[in-house]
T-cell receptor
């Protein structure tokens, strides 16, 4: 079974631009979560989607948004990029939210904002 | 969710068992202990989880004390590829939404 895939793997953007990252979960998984990882803050939860609905959200500004499609694929968008948004963005999927937090992470998208 | 305390770093010799401690003294009865690891610049990898019984899988063993206030992840025969940051996380199981709260973890370095 293929793992979680994220595209693109690397991205360089300029301050003020916007960016869209994509995540394809493991086949059959309907929950997708997004995390941001930076050297200073570590791994921080952004949001989780299940059945195309956002189920929970972390403490990030409204510039960070996401969505999930009917095939469970998910995208996250960051508008008006700031230098501090440079980070590794990780997507994780899990099969059944009632089954616990055995999540499977993708390789991440490395975003650099200049 | 209960907070966890882990040592910031530990070394282990290749081929020996690595025992990674985690303290979660405020854990509630319905909270599970999860272990993940992250090899440099990769996404975290799920290792194992448990509620109160000891658990074993092909990667590791999880020993939870009887009072559930601490646990130990055991890598039975550490290899160089086990060098990673290991995260111990406590989370409510079952039908719940939310996040895995990652702390700083333990940086494990396996040496030849």
């Amino acid at each position: 079974k293929a793992g979680v895939t994220q595209t693109p793997r690397y991205l360089i953007k300029t301050r003020g631009q916007q960016v869209t990252l994509s995540c394809s979960p493991i086949s059959g998984h309907r929950s997708v979560s997004w995390y941001q990882q930076t050297p200073g803050q570590g791994l921080q939860f952004l949001f989780e989607y299940f059945s195309e609905t956002q189920r929970n959200k972390g403490n990030f500004p409204g510039r960070f948004s996401g969505r999930q499609f009917s095939n469970s694929r998910s995208e996250m968008n960051v508008s008006t990029l700031e230098l501090g948004d440079s980070a590794l963005y990780l997507c994780a999927s899990r099969g059944n939210p009632t089954g616990g937090y055995e999540q499977y992470f993708g390789p991440g998208t490395r975003l650099t904002v200049t | 969710d209960a907070k966890t305390t882990q040592p910031p770093s530990m070394d282990c010799a290749e081929g020996r068992a690595a025992n990674l401690p985690c303290n979660h003294s405020t854990i509630s009865g319905n909270e599970y202990v999860y272990w993940y690891r992250q090899i440099h610049s990769q996404g975290p990898q799920y290792i194992i989880h448990g509620l109160k019984n000891n658990e074993t899988n092909e990667m590791a063993s999880l020993i939870i004390t009887e009072d559930r206030k601490s646990s130990t992840l055991i890598l039975p025969h550490a290899t160089l590829r086990d060098t990673a940051v290991y995260y111990c996380i406590v989370r409510v199981g079952g039908d719940s939404w939310g996040k895995l709260q990652f702390g700083a973890g333990t940086q494990v370095v396996v040496t030849p």
